[in-house]
């Protein structure tokens, strides 16, 4: 998914470049009426706006039928879940239970200590499984079902001071 959305980007990025090159060359170009090519410049600018509705319209709705995310996403379920309570502190996670079972949910109650800071739980790939954020004085809740055994890594993802990169910590997941 990084991989495509940097590609894209890269492309996206090529044409801004070209854009911007074509306009700093026909700069030098003095046309005396502008009158034809306004119009034709609105022409597209209303084609353009209309296309875009089309396209982003049924997009917008369509990504928001997943909302409230707690309530439609896979590995969400309703159900007893496991909890987790997690306190972020500079520089170190503080769990609740560092094991639990696989393919029943786990609800982590996320807060913080001291500063925000970003709880991210990584599987042994290093691919980022749940996310969210750990704010003093508040409590996030996530719920996420691991579907495979393994020790899952727990990273702060919100730089908070000197240590950051020592925010870690570890999850297990098993059989009952
Ligand atoms: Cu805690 Cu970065």
Redesign the pocket.
């Known amino acids: 998914m990084q991989e495509i959305a940097w590609q894209l980007s890269l492309v996206l990025m090529t044409l801004v470049a070209f854009g911007f090159g074509f306009v700093a060359i026909n700069s030098g170009v003095r046309v005396e009426d502008y009158t034809p090519l306004q119009k034709r410049g609105y022409r597209i600018r209303s084609k353009l706006f209309w296309t875009l509705v089309a396209v982003l319209g049924p997009a917008m709705i369509y990504t928001l039928l997943d909302l409230p995310y707690g309530a439609s996403r896979a590995g969400n379920q309703a159900g007893p879940a496991q909890v987790v309570e997690a306190t972020?502190h500079?520089?170190r996670w503080e769990l609740s239970r560092d094991r639990v079972v696989k393919d029943q949910p786990v609800e982590f109650r996320v807060t913080s200590a001291d500063i925000n800071?970003?709880f991210g739980i990584y599987d042994a790939d290093m691919h980022l499984v749940a996310q969210t954020q750990a704010m003093p004085g508040y409590t996030n809740t996530i719920r996420h079902t691991f579907t495979a055994d393994g020790t899952y890594r727990i990273l702060?993802?919100?730089?908070?001071?000197i240590a950051?990169h020592n925010?870690m910590s570890e999850i297990k997941v098993g059989s009952l």
Do not use: T
């Not at 702060?156 to 001071?161: K, P, R, T, V």
């Open positions: 972020g500079q520089w800071h970003g702060c993802m919100e730089y908070c001071g950051h925010m």
